[in-house]
T-cell receptor, first 115, second 114 residues
Framework: GAGVSQSPRYKVAKRGQDVALRCDPI?????LFWYQQALGQGPEFLTY????????KSGLPSDRFFAERPEGSVSTLKIQRTQQEDSAVYLC?????????????FGNGTRLTVT | GENVEQHPSTLSVQEGDSAVIKCTYS??????FPWYKQELGKRPQLIID?????GEKKDQRIAVTLNKTAKHFSLHITETQPEDSAVYFC?????????????FGTGTKLQVIP
């Protein structure tokens, strides 16, 4: 594909519902990141995958958040029992390599609203 | 972990004037500093980056400077145009266990007034 693709673009969930957010990175990109962007704030790191391995999940806010990338390409971020404070834009980014100077390519994000 | 502070949070300039956005970082191990532009409802896009072994980098109307000693870096936009209006994020990248961990600032909303 031409870029990082995320779906759905918008998601409204009732408090307590589970949601799943999908990310299709650029084909062949080794690294995949999930970020959470609250309104008026910068992206906050959630988790990092190198191929299928989740090497860093230190940014996940609670055990309600879970991410996977089973085949080293598509990734899913799952949020269980959503709360109002989970409302944010969830951004996925991929990069071709693991090292420095490898720019992050972002998707358009999924805007999650929990009512 | 790394902490990146960014100022100002909002900036209004007249078309044709210059705009400067400043950031500081805390982790001396950070050695790559990208800048992203995010238009309303769109994805952040890389506009320029600088490595720690370089003090300044320029790309047409955009330049970035880095002072490693003081741990601060700045974005300079000259001859601003209305299409420069967006939110700009600075970031600092640290090699963390074999991958780059990127920490973002809180953003600067730039408004260029025609």
């Amino acid at each position: 594909g031409a870029g990082v693709s995320q779906s759905p673009r918008y998601k409204v969930a009732k408090r307590g519902q589970d949601v799943a957010l999908r990310c299709d990175p650029i084909s062949g990109h080794v690294s995949l990141f999930w970020y959470q962007q609250a309104l008026g704030q910068g992206p906050e790191f959630l988790t990092y995958f190198q191929n299928e391995a989740q090497l860093d999940k230190s940014g996940l806010p609670s055990d309600r958040f879970f991410a996977e990338r089973p085949e080293g390409s598509v990734s899913t971020l799952k949020i269980q029992r959503t709360q109002q404070e989970d409302s944010a834009v969830y951004l996925c980014a991929s990069s071709a390599r693991t090292g420095l100077n490898s720019p992050l390519h972002f998707g358009n994000g999924t805007r999650l609203t929990v009512t | 972990g790394e902490n990146v502070e960014q100022h100002p949070s909002t900036l209004s300039v007249q078309e044709g004037d210059s705009a400067v956005i400043k950031c500081t970082y805390s982790d001396s191990a950070s050695n790559y500093f990208p800048w992203y532009k995010q238009e309303l409802g769109k994805r952040p896009q890389l506009i320029i980056d600088i490595r720690s072994n370089v003090g300044e980098k320029k790309d047409q109307r955009i330049a970035v400077t880095l002072n490693k000693t003081a741990k601060h870096f700045s974005l300079h936009i000259t001859e601003t145009q209305p299409e420069d209006s967006a939110v700009y994020f600075c970031a600092a990248s640290t090699n963390s266990g074999g991958y780059q961990k990127v920490t973002f600032g809180t953003g600067t909303k730039l408004q260029v007034i025609p």
